[in-house]
């Protein structure tokens, strides 16, 4: 018994057309990758941050007279009025903890309250925290959640 074996395609991965194809679309990627690098800045990581809000209870006004760390620019204005909110962003970076530092003051007197926002690395991406805030004179910060900060007199 003799056995045919039988063609369904005339399908050949090394046709003259294949060859083609798999050319055109290498340079049409080639082309496209170094215009989105240059278009990101020379920077063609994925931008990711986390949110943190300060939000002011009291009566007394305060400036921010510091900050430092890993703040996604804009970072809010300095001044933080009674009943107002300041909203910050930290960056987010694979597999490395990002951290900013923000220290507030009272104009004419003792009362100072500083902060630190993080992100740390973890197997998730967003994991915000604020791991320290302390106050000095007749103020008080109170954490109401792993992204929001209370100040109150």
Do not use: C
């Amino acid at each position: 018994m003799t056995f045919k074996q039988v063609k369904i395609s005339r399908f050949n991965s090394s046709s003259p057309a294949v060859i083609l194809v798999l050319f055109i679309l290498l340079t049409i990627v080639v082309r496209i990758v170094p215009s989105l690098y240059a278009n990101a800045g020379g920077d063609f990581s994925a931008r990711a941050t986390v949110g943190f809000d300060i939000v002011n209870v009291s009566s007394i006004p305060l400036r921010r007279t510091f900050i430092y760390g890993d703040f996604e620019q804009p970072t809010p204005a300095a001044y933080l009025p009674p009943g107002g909110d300041h909203h910050y962003e930290v960056e987010v970076v694979i597999f490395t903890d990002t951290a900013g530092t923000a220290i507030y003051r009272s104009e004419g007197t003792d009362i100072e309250v500083s902060f630190v926002l993080s992100n740390s690395a973890g197997w998730k991406l967003r994991n915000p925290d604020i791991p320290f805030y302390t106050t000095k004179g007749p103020i008080a910060a109170i954490k109401s959640s792993r992204t929001l900060l209370l100040i109150s007199d």
